[in-house]
Structures are given as C-alpha cells and as structure tokens.
C-alpha cells in the first residue's frame, strides 16, 4: 500500500518562498519516479515537476522553470518542492504524485497554496 502525504502549503505573498514536503510510505521509494501537480480553481490539474527514481533527472513546467525546485532525500522517503518567487497565478493545490510520466499510479490528498498579490 502506497501512501503519500502533502504538507507545507499556506498563505504567502507574492515574492515568498514555500517548500512543500511528500511523505511516502511503501517499498522502494528510491526507485520511484516522484511528481508534483497543482490544480487551480476553474482549471485542469497540470504538471509541475518530477524527478527520476534513477539519476534524480528532473524536469519542470515552463512557467516555474527557474522558480521551483524538485529533490528528494530517500533515506526520508520524502520529495520536496521549493517555491521561490511565488506569482498569484502559483496559487492551487499541490498534489504529489507516484508513477511514470502519463501514468502516475498513486497521488496524495493536496496541499492548498494560497499566493496573494
């Protein structure tokens, strides 16, 4: 059973930094290619970032490339998204995400982040 656990999300303001935390539980967590998601009101979830099982290859939306931050620490079987120079257009809620590109398995409950301008 694979579960994943959102936190760090809140209220900042344009600018501001927040680093979310995905807690997971389950086998072999340092192969696992982990994602993060955000799904704003109105809006279709999309694709924020991911970062390979294998090597830590990572990738990114465009419209956070330079912004945001993908890592993991597999001794703590957590992935961490840093958010730098948060917009208003950042706010949705967060999702973590298991899987494969275009197959992500297993995904977590959310964490609201709130950026106001």
């Known amino acids: 059973q694979v579960q994943l656990v959102e936190s760090g999300g809140g209220l900042v303001q344009a600018g501001g930094s927040l680093r979310l935390s995905c807690a997971a539980s389950g086998r072999a967590f340092s192969s696992a290619n982990m994602g993060w998601f955000r799904q704003a009101p109105g809006k279709e979830r999309e694709f924020v970032a991911r970062?390979?099982?294998?090597?830590?290859?990572?990738s990114y939306a465009d419209s956070v490339k330079g912004r945001f931050s993908i890592s993991r620490d597999n001794a703590k079987n957590t992935v961490y998204l840093q958010m730098n120079s948060l917009k208003p257009e950042d706010t949705a809620v967060y999702y973590c995400?298991?899987?494969?590109?275009?197959?992500?398995?297993?995904w977590g409950q959310g964490t609201q982040v709130t950026v106001s301008s």
């Open positions: 995400a298991k899987g494969v590109p275009g197959a992500w398995t297993y």
């Open positions: 970062i390979a099982g294998i090597g830590g290859i990572t």
